[in-house]
């Protein structure tokens, strides 16, 4: 495949025998790569946002594993199978919504458990370049199989930040938005800004700028009266090129039940519901490591409840009533009857259940 200019866009680098992380919180005014050599920073990283999104935390995992081991086998080259679970009950603690997160966690302790090498770095290194080179080709062959379902020129709408920055590259949500673009099927993509962390107006924005695809930044509380009246004007035949009707709304996912139900950044659900209100589609794109059938359904799934600082300020200003109190959910459940797709790398779900979740993941 040649270079393109979402390749540009690495959220980690493994460079010299350490991993670097580009430090999101930071995007899209400095772009800075932090390097990290121990696993208690690697973790700190992903609870405090250094980097973010589902697969991308847990390909992150996957090298922190990598520098993990190659400390305790260095230290105790007897003991470091039994000495490194304390890292990896580390790494687990960092985020609890994310299934990418324990999906990579979960693989390498069952490597390490039966790994029997002269040197074993070398093949667990060579396990999360694996893992990181196969989430780059799930998401463009979701890619594809996404944007084949748009069938006509339209505009998106999409939440939070589901690019190459939340995933090995590409993107998931915003890869069918790529792909679907190269395809001239969206004219224009309209991101949410999503509060408190900005994942909208600062990184799919700036992603979607660097790949020169039209975007416009909307204030969450913007989504139904555009989605509205760009109907209406469709409807009055008023519309030019530049100004199609909203048709999908395309998002991500941080874990997907057996179900079909669907854990997503807050706000997701809301968009779900106006989807449907407004008759328009609902997809969701997420790679077969974001499915986690021990989950029968959404309610059962951990949702992050963080800082009630992320919400009370911004920017590092205070911005709420001094004495409120806050709220600050980090994701919420879409039902699988809002959902109009599930878009993985093995197939695609249309109006997802039970059963039709057991049959993908049965032939996956
Ligand atoms: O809190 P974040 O930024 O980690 O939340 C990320 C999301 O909710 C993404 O939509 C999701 O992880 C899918 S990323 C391909």
């Known amino acids: 495949m040649s270079t393109q200019a979402y390749d540009a866009i690495k959220p980690f680098l493994w460079q010299d025998d350490c991993l670097q992380l580009l430090d999101q919180r ?63 009950q580390i790494l687990a603690q960092s985020r609890p919504t994310a299934v ?61 930040n589901a690019g190459a920055l939340a995933t090995g590259g590409y993107g998931t949500a915003l890869g069918v938005i790529r792909s679907a673009f190269k395809h001239k099927k969206i004219s224009h993509v309209y991101a949410d800004e999503t509060r408190p962390w900005l994942q909208g107006a600062r990184l799919s924005a700036w992603e979607m700028v660097h790949d020169d695809i039209p975007v416009s930044v909307l204030v969450e509380g913007a989504a139904a009266h555009l989605i509205k009246t760009s109907q209406l004007k469709q409807d009055k ?7 199609q009707a909203i048709r999908w709304i395309i998002v991500g996912s941080d874990r997907i039940a057996a179900n079909g139900d669907v854990a997503n950044k807050i706000g997701t659900y809301a968009l779900a519901i106006l ?42 200003k205070t911005v709420a009533a001094r004495g409120a109190q806050a709220r600050n959910p980090a994701f919420d459940v879409t039902p699988a009857e809002l959902v109009d797709a599930i878009v993985t790398e093995k197939g695609v779900v249309l109006k997802p259940n039970l059963d039709k979740m057991q049959r993908l993941m049965t032939n996956a």
């Open 237 to 243: 035949a008023e519309q030019d090129k530049t100004e």
């Open 26 to 88: 930071l995007l899209p005014d400095e772009f800075t790569y932090i390097r990290l050599n121990d696993v208690q920073a690697i973790a700190q990283a992903i609870t405090d946002m250094v980097v973010r999104g589902a697969p991308a935390i847990g390909i992150t995992a996957a090298y922190g594993i990598v520098v993990a081991a190659r400390q305790r086998f260095n230290d105790d080259p007897i003991n470091w199978k039994e000495n490194i679970e304390a890292d990896l």
């Open 100 to 160: 990418n997160l324990f999906w990579a966690i979960d693989l390498l302790r069952e490597v390490i458990k039966s790994i029997d090498v002269a040197d074993p770095i070398a093949t667990l290194l060579s396990l999360a370049k694996k893992i990181h080179q196969d989430d780059i080709d799930a998401n463009v062959k979701m890619g594809e199989l996404g944007a084949s379902l748009i069938e006509e020129p339209c505009a998106v709408l999409t939440h939070c």
């Open 275 to 316: 989807a449907r209100y407004h008759g328009i589609k609902f997809m969701v794109v997420a790679p077969t490591t974001t499915i986690d059938m021990n989950i029968t359904c959404g309610d059962e799934i951990p949702i992050e409840e963080r800082s009630t600082e992320e919400v009370l300020t911004c920017s590092g």
